[in-house]
């Protein structure tokens, strides 16, 4: 555009005529050797003009390049191979898979909160542990017979007979918040809705060492619900419909689990009460991975499929990355 109203601005420039007030000071005719020097004065100053907007030009597409180059790190969708009954009244905090078709899950919500063992096929709760009302239930794991669990807005947690649900001991912790839990077996990986991953001792609640999550040179804050499959962190990243792969070591992003079309599917069934996906299990014995929801009347079991199409950074920037919520 610019350079074709230049084109324009000249073309004008060289077409007119000396006017009738200046046609006295201004020779009828200009001499041979300026006719040549003038012609390539503008067109040098055509290219010239034409070479620093190619150059911006370029420069521009570098920039966007570089901004949303394509995203390196696998990116996968999923396929539903199972969907079980879930309580649509648990507003899921935590869960996991414990064998034998049974899964621990904690729920939250003040005066709503609890400790509750579930069959898989049916969504039945089979015992259940009814919090205090002050206590708001968030992230929970198992290690050998006994289940951890962290409290919402308070740096302190209880331990659970696996067997009976019964409360063993309360403990403090030193993360700034209660969100996520899960192990390896022998320690806890912990997540206060920060972008911040723990490591703490399960016998003493210290942290034994803490890492910084980020993706693209972007922090990941907001991690929520937590679950260690096959030597990986996943983590639910709160208000998005995203599940982070991450290193326990170093806190970088492995890969990224994008699930829209669960809620999508949820509300356009008429389930508009719905809130957002939070809840990962893992069954090591048989590879089963399971996903559900706050609030969600369903619980899945799913398979991993990586997604081929090119995707940019900037793509799962925005899926997947939200500003930092502090409570």
């Given at each position: 555009?610019?350079?074709?109203?230049?084109?324009?601005?000249?073309?004008?420039?060289?077409?007119?005529?000396?006017?009738?007030?200046?046609?006295?000071?201004?020779?009828?005719?200009?001499?041979?050797?300026?006719?040549?020097?003038?012609?390539?004065?503008?067109?040098?100053?055509?290219?010239?003009?034409?070479?620093?907007?190619?150059?911006?030009?370029?420069?521009?597409?570098?920039?966007?390049n570089l901004k949303h180059d394509a995203v390196s790190t696998p990116v996968y969708s999923?396929?539903?191979?199972?969907?079980?009954?879930?309580?649509?009244?648990?507003?899921?905090?935590?869960?996991?898979?414990?064998?034998?078709?049974?899964?621990?899950?904690?729920?939250?919500?003040?005066?709503?909160?609890?400790?509750?063992?579930?069959?898989?096929?049916?969504?039945?709760?089979?015992?259940?542990?009814?919090?205090?009302?002050?206590?708001?239930?968030?992230?929970?794991?198992?290690?050998?017979?006994?289940?951890?669990?962290?409290?919402?807005?308070?740096?302190?947690?209880?331990?659970?007979?696996?067997?009976?649900?019964?409360?063993?001991?309360?403990?403090?912790?030193?993360?700034?918040?209660?969100?996520?839990?899960?192990?390896?077996?022998?320690?806890?990986?912990?997540?206060?809705?920060?972008?911040?991953?723990?490591?703490?001792?399960?016998?003493?609640?210290?942290?034994?060492?803490?890492?910084?999550?980020?993706?693209?040179?972007?922090?990941?804050?907001?991690?929520?619900?937590?679950?260690?499959?096959?030597?990986?962190?996943?983590?639910?990243?709160?208000?998005?419909?995203?599940?982070?792969?991450?290193?326990?070591?170093?806190?970088?992003v492995l890969g990224w689990i994008l699930l829209p079309n669960l809620r999508k599917e949820?509300?356009?069934?008429?389930?508009?009460?719905?809130?957002?996906?939070?809840?990962?299990?893992?069954?090591?014995?048989?590879?089963?991975?399971?996903?559900?929801?706050?609030?969600?009347?369903?619980?899945?079991?799913?398979?991993?499929?990586?997604?081929?199409?090119?995707?940019?950074?900037?793509?799962?920037?925005?899926?997947?990355?939200?500003?930092?919520?502090?409570?």
């Open positions: 555009m610019a350079s074709k109203a230049l084109r324009k601005r000249l073309n004008k420039r060289s077409d007119s005529k000396p006017s009738p007030s200046n046609s006295s000071t201004m020779p009828a005719s200009w001499p041979p050797h300026l006719n040549n020097y003038r012609k390539t004065s503008v067109i040098f100053s055509v290219l010239l003009i034409l070479s620093v907007f190619g150059l911006l030009g370029v420069s521009s597409n570098m920039w966007r999923i396929e539903v191979v199972n969907e079980f009954p879930h309580d649509p009244q648990a507003f899921t905090q935590g869960l996991l898979y414990a064998g034998n078709d049974i899964l621990f899950e904690s729920t939250g919500l003040n005066r709503r909160s609890s400790v509750r063992q579930v069959a898989l096929r049916t969504g039945k709760v089979e015992v259940l542990h009814e919090m205090d009302d002050s206590d708001f239930g968030e992230g929970l794991t198992l290690i050998d017979e006994r289940l951890f669990q962290v409290i919402w807005l308070k740096k302190t947690g209880y331990i659970y007979d696996r067997n009976n649900l019964n409360k063993l001991v309360k403990f403090t912790h030193q993360m700034t918040d209660g969100w996520g839990l899960a192990t390896d077996g022998k320690v806890l990986f912990g997540s206060d809705g920060t972008s911040t991953l723990y490591k703490i001792n399960p016998q003493t609640f210290k942290v034994i060492n803490k890492g910084i999550v980020k993706f693209n040179g972007h922090e990941v804050h907001n991690l929520n619900e937590l679950e260690f499959i096959n030597g990986e962190i996943w983590a639910n990243v709160w208000q998005t419909d995203c599940i982070a792969r991450i290193s326990p070591e170093g806190g970088s949820l509300i356009a069934a008429g389930n508009s009460g719905i809130d957002v996906l939070n809840g990962i299990a893992w069954d090591s014995n048989n590879s089963r991975i399971f996903v559900t929801g706050k609030l969600w009347p369903k619980l899945y079991q799913i398979k991993l499929h990586p997604i081929k199409k090119n995707l940019n950074a900037g793509d799962i920037e925005e899926l997947c990355l939200r500003a930092a919520i502090h409570f």
